[in-house]
DNA sequence: ACCGGTCCCTGTTAGC
DNA sequence: TGCTAACAGGGACCGG
């Protein structure tokens, strides 16, 4: 699933690829692309055609390509099977994939492609908004403006903006359960089901412990060790990726090698051996160990 | 202001 | 074998 690295190993490859180029055509389908465009699909194309793409950015999950004027810029969620994949020129004209969900004709005769199975992922062309602390707005640019979606998203545990003792303190003013505080865009971004799991593993921290129970010591530890999975995880991706190429499959080998809890009910824990175990939570699943992560009394 | 539940969607897989 | 149901997931949105 496109989390935190998998998006950031999409945006260097955007950076890498696609900058300076110009917009020359601009194709969305299907009903779904559009639907965060307050003009919809025509919308998006007339605000993206002729515009030339300046910087690659991100902030959590959130990927946006700045466009010409600093004013606004092409946002991409890719939802949880989004991918986005660049046609050089002159590539076989494959039929496009019944999936495609818009296509960018670029000046150099390459194209950007957004792909997207389950169409929880979106394009949109927003106005920029200047970010509160005046710090720039995400990783790849220095301007402190991100695109009107992305103002209420939190800074992301990759992000060199971000301070990490306020985000500890503010984890422990919560009160709720450490695992949601985890997923709360709007507290830290970038962190999803995968890596929130194996951050709170490695922290031994079980996911239902009420966040205003963490001593300031558990709160520093589950944020660095969830920001260590996100390093390794991008590392990895950056590795055994293809340049623009995410596999939403989950078959990389980063997901086979590295995982220690998630996905791994009854497996042996790497830490002790005890077997993972997996619970319900939020209408999806949670895996932990329950011998390193015991479950919380009961308030 | 904060918190938790619901819904959006579709391909794959487990179970009957 | 063929069907149905569960499952995967992020975030907008809404009610309390």
Request: charged share 25%; proline share 8%; glycine share 10%.
């Amino acid at each position: 699933m496109p989390e935190l690295p998998e998006v950031e190993t999409v945006r260097a490859g955007l950076a890498r690829h696609v900058l300076g180029r110009t917009v020359t055509a601009v194709d969305v389908r299907g009903p779904r692309t559009a639907r965060r465009q307050a003009g919809g699909a025509a919308d998006v194309v007339g605000r993206l055609t002729g515009r030339t793409l300046t910087a690659a950015v991100r902030r959590g999950k959130f990927c946006w390509l700045l466009l010409d004027e600093p004013d606004d810029a092409l946002l991409v969620h890719l939802g949880m099977s989004g991918q986005l994949r660049v046609r050089p020129p002159a590539s076989p004209d494959e039929p496009p994939g019944t999936h495609l969900r818009a296509r960018l004709s670029l000046d150099d005769g390459s194209a950007l492609d957004f792909v997207d199975q389950r169409t929880f992922g979106y394009l949109a062309v927003p106005e920029l908004v200047p970010t509160p602390d005046g710090a720039p707005g995400g990783l790849g640019s220095d301007l402190a403006a991100v695109p009107a979606p992305v103002a209420h998203i939190a800074r992301d545990l990759l992000d060199p903006a971000l301070d990490r003792a306020a985000l500890a303190a503010a984890l422990r003013r919560r009160r709720t359960q450490v695992k949601r505080a985890l997923l709360d865009q709007t507290l830290v971004s970038g962190v999803g089901n995968i890596y929130a799991d194996e951050g709170l593993w490695r922290a031994r921290l079980h996911g239902a412990r009420p966040t205003d129970s963490l001593r300031p010591v558990e709160a520093a530890r589950v944020l660095d060790e969830t920001a260590a999975v996100l390093r390794a995880a991008l590392a990895a991706g950056g590795t055994s990726f293809d340049a623009l190429y995410v596999d939403v499959d989950g078959g990389s080998g980063w997901f086979e090698r590295e995982l220690a809890v998630y996905g791994r009910e009854g497996l042996p824990c790497p830490r002790c051996g005890t077997p993972v175990r997996r619970e319900a939570f939020a209408n999806r699943s949670s895996y932990s160990c329950p011998r390193c992560q015991p479950r919380p009394r009961v308030r």
